[in-house]
């Protein structure tokens, strides 16, 4: 591998080594490789600052703002910005904190979200998170934060009671609805763009146990999807269901449609009960109905492996404020039209629906369900020729939505943010970003420009 010297920068006649205390990660190093590694890939970064203290996010963020370096914030790594080359990555991994203070959880910048849930499974307690251990606190509380108890409690983003933040300028905030109130406004949904979050703070609910329940679905989709439609607008909060239709990924993972509900307790007659109308569809069946624990239906997704990246994806994801039959016959048809496509479908609705639109900055609070699909963009499956055309078919259905959900968006096209948020969302968050990010400094992420 050929080497590229690092230039030893001085910011005010100080090394960056001397400005953190945790570990500087240059090309040539011997851990390169695994400091700039992240989920789906190996990164090109300048070099990588694994941040042991806020002090040291401090020295890291002096450093790139006088060297001119964007800054990439890595909290679990499952973003698509570490593709991005050059830079200075701030691996967040070293602030690995939980600490349980009655119904508040207080959680280190770069936690995941399978460490939290086991940390407060051992408490009986839970916050609304996504479905997948390895992913970062950060990112996914920063975007908003859909998962299994979006419709009990909302996103992770609404269990945000506060933050500890460090601005592009070095200090070091605490934010929350009485302090700062313009910034804690801006991280419930509108990304990394305001400093790095070195402590979370969530209220936690009371939690001992979930019911996940798993149904296969055969035959024709659109029926079956019209009556859990029906069946989600007056099912209690406690239930969220997903829908899943996947082409078969490996021999252990077959082709085929499915349901899968959460039910937010441990009553299991409740959610068989919520879950009765769905059952008694043609072409539903159950293979899966067991209280667990919530750690335990996360999914853990490994790594991609650096020689084998993951494949693109043509398609995209909408926040649908009503799951129409005509969206519904769309969604099935661009599946059934596309051999390796995948389409994903979540109830929302309940608490999530309940927050008031202006007070955080996430899109989309009438949206009933959220959708994705895209064909995986395998050479062979998808040809070039057909690869617009299959883009066109997904443009017309995100038409059908209300926004695009930047969590799920594994682009970094910066053209894409504007149909994150209304253009009210976007000038406010514009202008806090003036206030606080003038630079740009963290300009890693689904970009909100400085106004
Ligand atoms: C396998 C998989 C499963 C997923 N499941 C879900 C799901 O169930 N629900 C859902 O809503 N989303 C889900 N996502 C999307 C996920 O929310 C986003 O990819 C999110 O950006 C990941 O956060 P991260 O911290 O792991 O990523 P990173 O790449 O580390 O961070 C992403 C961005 O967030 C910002 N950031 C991260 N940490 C901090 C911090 N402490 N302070 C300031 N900025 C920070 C930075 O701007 C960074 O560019 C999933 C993604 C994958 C790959």
């Not at 703070?201 to 996940?212: C, G």
């Not at 149909?419 to 606080?436: F, G, N």
Request: glycine share 12%.
């Amino acid at each position: 591998m050929s080497v590229a010297p690092v230039t030893v920068a001085r910011v005010t006649d100080l090394s960056l080594s001397e400005l953190v205390t945790g570990t500087v990660v240059a090309p040539g190093d011997d851990d390169w490789d695994s400091a700039r590694r992240f989920h789906s890939g190996i990164g090109e970064p300048t070099m990588v600052v694994r941040a042991s203290s806020v002090d040291d996010v401090r020295g890291a963020l002096r450093y790139a703002a006088a060297e001119r370096l964007d800054v990439m914030v890595r909290g679990g790594g499952h973003s698509a910005w570490g593709a991005v080359p050059g830079g200075l990555t701030l691996d967040l991994g070293a602030l690995d904190d939980i600490r349980i203070d009655g119904d508040v959880v207080h959680v280190g910048g770069g936690v995941t979200w399978g460490a939290v849930a086991h940390e407060l499974s051992q408490h009986g307690l839970g916050v609304s998170s996504g479905d997948t251990a390895s992913v970062g606190v950060g990112g996914l509380t920063l975007g908003g934060g859909i998962g299994w108890m979006v419709r009990a409690w909302g996103l992770a983003a609404d269990q945000l009671v506060g933050a500890q933040l460090v601005t592009a300028r070095g200090d070091v905030l605490e934010v929350s609805d009485d302090s700062h109130a313009d910034l804690m406004w801006a991280l419930r949904g509108g990304g990394g763009n305001f400093g790095v979050v070195t402590r979370f703070d969530f209220r936690a609910h009371e939690l001992r146990a979930v019911v996940f329940a798993t149904l296969a679905v055969t035959g024709d989709a659109r029926p079956v999807l019209a009556a859990v439609r029906d069946t989600l607008r007056d099912a209690p909060r406690e239930l969220t269901v997903t829908y899943m239709d996947v082409p078969a990924m490996d021999p252990n993972a077959p082709a085929g449609a499915s349901i899968t509900a959460c039910w937010i307790g441990d009553d299991e007659d409740a959610a068989r009960a919520a879950l009765a109308p769905l059952l008694a569809l043609e072409g539903v069946t159950e293979t899966e109905l067991a209280v667990r624990s919530y750690p335990d239906i996360l999914m853990e997704m490994p790594a991609a492996d650096p020689d084998q990246p993951m494949p693109g994806f043509v398609g995209g994801n909408t926040l649908l404020r009503e799951l129409s039959d005509d969206a519904i016959a769309r969604l099935v048809g661009f599946r059934e039209a596309n051999a390796a496509s995948v389409l994903f479908l979540r109830s929302l609705g309940g608490a999530f629906g309940e927050v008031a639109q202006e007070s955080t900055a996430f899109p989309a609070r009438n949206a009933t369900w959220f959708a994705m699909a895209g064909a995986f963009d395998v050479p062979g499956l998808v040809h070039d020729g057909n690869r617009p055309l299959i883009q066109a078919e997904w443009d017309a259905i995100e038409g059908l939505g209300e926004a695009l959900y930047g969590n799920f968006t594994p682009s970094t096209d910066p053209g894409l943010v504007s149909r994150m948020y209304t253009p009210e969302t976007m000038a406010r968050l514009a202008a806090i970003k003036r206030e606080w990010d003038p630079q740009n400094l963290f300009c890693r992420n689904h970009n909100v420009v400085p106004a």
